[in-house]
Structures are given as structure tokens and as C-alpha cells.
């Protein structure tokens, strides 16, 4: 598909058959994605993909059962696939330690990042498995964990230090599935966003 219309065909979907997607498929989506920028190229994203029995656990552990009556977006929960992605924080600090980095002083510390580029990098990361997903003709749809990140953690084992940034769920879109109310809000146009030159011209 033309990148031009990956990029404006893609919406976040959230309500999804449950026909399931080819494990090469989501490879190809996940190897594509680890391909997004990385701050000194310390390619230290990673990403838990959850599928069947295994994207139901995470669904019990954010979203239990008795909370679900009532949830705006049943469909979502019928996506096959979830994929968490996850950053190391602590890789960043040691990339930045070594000889070609020290200079920055940003091997002192997590603290020393005035912006945490992990969560960065792992932006990147989710828009690339979203445009990916978009160009195999898949819907996809990211969503934060808030407060579950820790339960998450132990339920899959993930190792202590990396830090959640986020779940995209992907899949084949349903018929019944339906833009949220944010999407009302219009895109600003790109003469009220763009500045050039400086920002008041």
C-alpha cells in the first residue's frame, strides 16, 4: 500500500472479529517496528506479544470480568492480538556511559534525561506497528495500561527496570466497530501547526 495511504487511512479501531492473524504476520508488524528511531541507537524496546489464552490473562488482569459490564468498547476485548511494548530505561543510562556518549552526562542517571527518550522511542515504535498493521490491511488501536502496568508486569514475568508504554491491539476490523467521540475534534489545519522560520511567522 502507498505510504501516503497508510498514513491517512489509518484510525484507531476498537471493535474486532475474531478471526485470527497469521504469527508471520504479526512477526512482519513487530519487525518492522524495531526498526523505528532509537536514541543512540540503544534499540532497547522491546515487545510482548500476547495471543489467545494469553490475550485474555491480560484482559483479566486490566480489565476483569466484573468490570466489563458496561465497557464502552466490547469489541476491543475480541482482538487476537496484543502487542505490549516495553522500554528499558537502564539501557539508555549505559549506552550513554559508553566513550562516543559520556559527553552528554546522560550516563549519570535516569534523572539526568530532561526528556526520557525511552518513552520517545517507544512512541515511535507504536506508530510504526500502527502503520504496519494498516498497510496488511489490519485494524489497530493503542491504549494505555495506567495503572496496571505492574500487574501486567508480574503476570508475564516481564523483568523489573522496563517500564510499559503502551498496548496496541491488532486485528481484522469488525462491522460494528465505531470512531470514539474524540474523533469529532478536527484536525487543526496545517498553516495553524506548522511555523516557519520562527513561531510567529
Same mark, same amino acid.
Given at each position: 500500500?502507498? +505510504?501516503?495511504?497508510?498514513?491517512?487511512?489509518?484510525?484507531?479501531?476498537?471493535?474486532?472479529?475474531? #478471526? !485470527?492473524?497469521?504469527?508471520?504476520?504479526?512477526? #512482519?508488524?513487530?519487525?518492522? &517496528?524495531?526498526? &523505528?528511531?532509537?536514541?543512540?541507537?540503544?534499540?532497547?524496546? #522491546?515487545?510482548?506479544?500476547?495471543?489467545?489464552? %494469553?490475550?485474555? &490473562?491480560?484482559?483479566?488482569?486490566?480489565? !476483569?470480568?466484573?468490570?466489563?459490564?458496561?465497557? &464502552?468498547?466490547?469489541?476491543?476485548?475480541?482482538?487476537?492480538?496484543?502487542?505490549?511494548?516495553?522500554?528499558? !530505561?537502564?539501557?539508555?543510562?549505559?549506552? @550513554?556511559?559508553?566513550?562516543?556518549?559520556? %559527553?552528554?552526562? $546522560?550516563?549519570?542517571?535516569?534523572?539526568?534525561?530532561?526528556?526520557? @527518550?525511552?518513552?520517545?522511542?517507544?512512541?515511535?515504535?507504536?506508530?510504526?506497528?500502527? $502503520?504496519?498493521?494498516?498497510?496488511?490491511?489490519?485494524?489497530?488501536?493503542?491504549?494505555?495500561?495506567?495503572?496496571?502496568?505492574?500487574?501486567?508486569?508480574? *503476570? +508475564?514475568?516481564?523483568?523489573?527496570?522496563? *517500564?510499559?508504554?503502551?498496548?496496541?491491539?491488532?486485528? %481484522? *476490523?469488525?462491522?460494528?466497530? *465505531?470512531?470514539?467521540?474524540?474523533?469529532?475534534?478536527?484536525?487543526? !489545519?496545517?498553516?495553524?501547526?506548522? %511555523?516557519?522560520?520562527?513561531?510567529?511567522?
Amino acid at each position: 500500500m502507498e +505510504f501516503e495511504r497508510v498514513v491517512r487511512g489509518r484510525r484507531m479501531v476498537r471493535s474486532f472479529t475474531a #478471526e !485470527p492473524v497469521a504469527p508471520a504476520v504479526v512477526d #512482519e508488524i513487530c519487525d518492522l &517496528a524495531r526498526r &523505528a528511531p532509537t536514541a543512540g541507537n540503544t534499540a532497547a524496546v #522491546e515487545f510482548l506479544v500476547l495471543e489467545d489464552d %494469553h490475550a485474555l &490473562a491480560y484482559w483479566d488482569v486490566t480489565l !476483569p470480568a466484573p468490570q466489563r459490564d458496561g465497557f &464502552a468498547w466490547p469489541g476491543l476485548l475480541a482482538a487476537p492480538v496484543l502487542v505490549v511494548v516495553w522500554v528499558d !530505561p537502564g539501557a539508555y543510562v549505559s549506552r @550513554y556511559r559508553e566513550p562516543d556518549k559520556a %559527553h552528554t552526562g $546522560l550516563g549519570d542517571g535516569e534523572e539526568a534525561w530532561s526528556v526520557p @527518550y525511552w518513552f520517545v522511542d517507544g512512541g515511535a515504535a507504536v506508530m510504526a506497528l500502527l $502503520l504496519a498493521a494498516r498497510d496488511r490491511g489490519l485494524g489497530a488501536a493503542f491504549f494505555a495500561m495506567f495503572d496496571h502496568e505492574e500487574s501486567v508486569r508480574r *503476570r +508475564f514475568d516481564v523483568p523489573a527496570g522496563r *517500564r510499559g508504554v503502551g498496548t496496541v491491539a491488532i486485528g %481484522h *476490523r469488525s462491522a460494528d466497530d *465505531r470512531p470514539s467521540q474524540s474523533s469529532r475534534r478536527a484536525r487543526p !489545519p496545517l498553516d495553524e501547526i506548522l %511555523h516557519r522560520s520562527g513561531w510567529s511567522t
